[in-house]
């Protein structure tokens, strides 16, 4: 076989492998909006996007509660898992010797190995009972007026996926500091500057794309978490009433009711996972327009 065969053999397998990746992702689009949209429509938009209820038994379906509730735990865990995240990476990068950088890199990678219902066990029987005697506290009584608070709530949900998302944060971000030429850095030392600003000043804005990226990922994994948010949010399905109450989001709505659904009440959980893949689709459209304008979006 001549080499120009092979690379024909070969273009054609790795066409193929693309086209199959593409077809998936257009087989579910297809499999959502057709079984998703009509049902928007039946119930009513405004009713289904904006309503405050949801109460299946009287074909009632209002996933307001859920949207926010979503958001406020994606938030919620940017806040904690970024930073953290962020700064693990840029001192794994520029910072930490290569002895500790052998203990923490198979660290994190275990991490991102642990399955999600082991983060829920881990979050069911650690930070739930922690939360609980954190509100009973005088502290929080007297000085931050939190006069009643559950541990399975909202706070807990975003620790919990906060820790769950600092895998990919921090191995993207690493991998874009890593690739930044060393010139940037030399050239910032040349001029004066400190070790500490010429990372932070010169290293880290030069990985900027590399480091959105990694928040990208980080939010899809957040706000597509399930069985984790499903042990430790509490599930109530009225609207978040505070930082330490009970809330649902869209993911843990479709999972608990999926199972004994039909009819209507399936198509609004297929209609839910609609919202969810479009409020996906707006995150990632926002931050391209972030990292690359407009032409990069």
Known sequence: ???????????????????????AVALICIFL???????????????????????????????????????????????????????????????????????????????AGIPSVVY?????????PAVQAMVKTPFFKTVLHVKSGKGMSLFTAAVLLGIMILPTIITVSKTSLDAVPNSYYEGSLALGATHERSVFCAVL????????????????????????????????????????????????????????AADLHREALIATGVVLFIFILLINLCFSLVKGGSDHA
């Not at 970024?82 to 203990?103: C, D, E, H, Q």
């Open 33 to 111: 909006f057709a079984n998703g949209v009509p049902t928007l429509f039946k119930i009513g938009p405004l009713k289904f996007l904006l309503g405050t209820t949801w109460k299946p038994g009287n074909d009632i379906f209002g996933i307001l509660p859920m949207i926010l509730g979503s958001i406020y735990v994606t938030a919620g865990a940017i806040l904690v898992g970024v930073p953290i995240g962020l700064l693990t990476a840029i001192y794994m990068s520029r910072f930490a010797s290569l002895r500790i950088n052998k203990i923490m890199l198979p660290a994190v990678q275990l991490l």
């Open 205 to 260: 804005p030069a990985a900027r794309s590399g480091v959105l990226s990694a928040v990208i990922l980080g939010i899809g994994r957040a706000i597509g978490e399930t069985m984790a948010v499903v042990m430790v949010a509490g599930n109530q399905t009225w609207m978040p009433k505070g930082l330490f109450q009970g809330l649902r989001t869209m993911t843990s709505n479709i999972v608990i009711e999926m199972g004994y």
């Open 1 to 23: 076989m001549t080499s120009k065969l092979k690379e024909g053999v070969m273009q054609v397998v790795f066409t193929l492998c693309a086209c199959v990746s593409i077809l």
């Open 120 to 128: 829920g066990f881990f979050g069911m029987i650690v930070l739930v």
